[in-house]
């Protein structure tokens, strides 16, 4: 497979033919107009500044200056990234690209880039929406972009304690395929698994396969190995600790400013042989929402609790329903689930809801498939549906983004009692702003997570755009969104971390006195201040 160096995953990947059809023609029934492709441009003809810096002969062996790699590490993923690629606007790029063998490599580089004032930025697997990994570091003489993709082994494996030491630039697929045959499994599916890594998962405080219960990549660390300029920091191995403020804590989430994550001991999961699933439709959102959080506070923690509004499940999985539909799921590796499922359908039609007629579950040894949890059968054909297009959506986004359409997503937390109002607040700010940028547009809401005292929406944005102004029209609808969300009390983010475009809600977010203790741990732990500058702090 050949990764894309302008968009998401493999090239042969890619949205065509029947697909490319039938996804533009749902398109043009929302939104009429012209649909004209924009190839992307290849990497010679980009136009890339030469590199401002040479990296000494002890770590030229490490560094690339090739326009490729360059070129690859210069955004995310994020729709604006998407575009800017497309349109050959790459105005921020690395240096060099360094790929570190071992820790002592990370030391070395940290400590060059330390002495020199250049940039470094972590860059886990480039899967960043928020603009974490781009180089837009311009009080800096030249930027460093360190890839640990070389660092990619689980290193031990504690069958006993069900827990294994694993190295940060290991990308999902590797690493289960790593932990499979012990019979274990970290579990952590988030739609980025196959171009993530555990580094990045940590570094951002992704959210993965869980719905309930372990929602976040926290719940599933027992020790953090990070190493900073100042020193290595080594959190003890155990279960838990009351031991003052959990370093681990503070490394976690912290988008690579303060350190670089060479590896971490992982809470496992012996492999699910239990699945019971399924669908249920609703005819009113409000109920269904009841429903979802009646599911929450049960104390039943299904693995899989999405619900999908009206237009997601039009739009993402192709099904005509007036309220919405939920998408339920259970697994264990030590007991048949199918009672929880029972109750779980059982609450839903106290509210009203039609459960899939095929809902169910059997004992079964299988794995699952990419990021979205439940069985690979079973369940209804809205699951197997809503599955088979929630993987395939960040392709979907990028023909989309090729063919000048607004396509991007953002997410937040809120409680129950405050998840109306925000609803409305961030609805109606998305279709204001899209009339004011694009004339029209949709805006479809599913939950990713649930907690017993809230849900996390997951909003999607679908407008006409113009092939010349896609980042500003899409940067409006950005911004609006998120006043709407920061001034309804929702978090700017609930899995996507903060990056350098969320920073003015987040910089609002967050008490003032932690702000000043955030910066002088950074002052502390990166006094030259050259670990991804912009990102959580102001730049020095």
Not at 150 to 170: C, F, K, N, P, Y
Not at 275 to 293: C, H, N, P, Q, W
């Amino acid at each position: 497979m050949t990764r894309s160096w302008w968009g998401w995953g493999n090239v042969e990947d890619a949205v065509g033919g029947a697909e490319l059809g039938a996804l533009l023609d749902r398109v043009r029934v929302l939104m009429p107009g012209d649909l004209t492709d924009h190839e992307p441009p290849g990497v010679d003809s980009l136009g890339l500044p030469a590199p401002r810096v040479t990296a000494p002969a002890s770590l030229a062996a490490l560094c690339s200056a090739e326009p490729a790699d360059r070129a690859a590490h210069a955004h995310g993923k994020a729709f604006r990234d998407v575009v800017r690629n497309l349109q050959g606007d790459l105005r921020h790029v690395p240096d060099l690209v360094a790929r570190p063998r071992d820790e002592r490599d990370v030391t070395d580089l940290l400590d060059w880039c330390s002495r020199e004032g250049i940039a470094v930025i972590p860059f886990g697997g480039g899967s960043s929406v928020v603009g974490g990994v781009e180089p837009r570091c311009t009080g800096h003489p030249a930027v460093v972009t360190m890839d640990l993709e070389r660092m990619d082994r689980v290193l031990e494996v504690d069958g006993t304690s069900r827990a294994a030491r694993i190295q940060a630039g290991v990308f999902g697929p590797h690493l289960e395929d790593q932990l499979r045959p012990h019979g274990l499994t970290l579990r952590h599916f988030p739609q980025s698994f196959e171009f993530s890594t555990l580094g990045g998962w940590l570094a951002t405080r992704a959210g993965g396969h869980y719905a309930t219960l372990h929602t976040h990549i926290d719940d599933l660390v027992e020790s953090m190995r990070v190493v900073t300029p100042s020193g290595v920091s080594a959190s003890r191995r155990l279960p838990g600790s009351g031991a003052g403020p959990s370093p681990d804590r503070l490394f976690l989430g912290s988008e690579g400013t303060l350190g670089v994550i060479t590896e971490a001991w992982m809470r496992l999961q012996q492999r699910p042989r239990w699945r019971a699933r399924a669908s249920v439709r609703f005819g009113d959102y409000t109920v269904a929402v009841a429903a979802t959080r009646a599911i929450a506070q049960s104390g039943l923690n299904p693995a899989n609790c999405r619900l999908l509004d009206a237009a997601e499940a039009l739009i993402n999985a192709g099904v005509s329903v007036g309220g919405g539909v939920l998408v339920l799921g259970f697994e264990s590796a030590d007991h048949p689930v199918h009672r929880s499922l029972e109750r779980a359908l059982e609450l839903c039609r106290d509210h009203g809801g039609e459960p899939s007629p095929d809902a169910g579950g059997e004992p079964r040894d299988g794995e699952p498939g990419g990021g979205e949890p439940g069985g690979e059968e079973g369940g209804g054909p809205d699951v197997r549906t809503w599955r088979s297009s929630f993987l395939r959506m960040p392709y979907q986004r990028d023909a989309l983004a090729r063919h000048s359409v607004i396509a991007e997503t953002f997410e937040t937390a809120c409680t129950w009692d405050g998840f109306e109002t925000l609803h409305r607040a961030v609805t109606e700010a998305a279709r204001q702003a899209m009339r004011e940028v694009a004339g029209t547009g949709v805006v479809t809401c599913r939950f990713t997570h649930v907690y017993p005292d809230g849900p996390a929406p997951y909003f999607g944005v679908y407008a006409p755009g113009r092939w010349g102004d896609l980042v500003a029209q899409w940067d409006h609808i950005k911004a609006a969104v998120s006043e709407a969300i920061e001034t309804s009390g929702g978090t700017i983010t609930h899995h996507h971390a903060v990056g350098r475009d969320h920073r003015p809600w987040y910089d609002r977010q967050r008490p003032a006195p932690f702000a000043a203790a955030l910066s002088a741990a950074k002052t502390a732990l990166d006094p030259a201040g050259v670990l991804n500058p912009g990102v959580l702090l102001p730049a020095p």
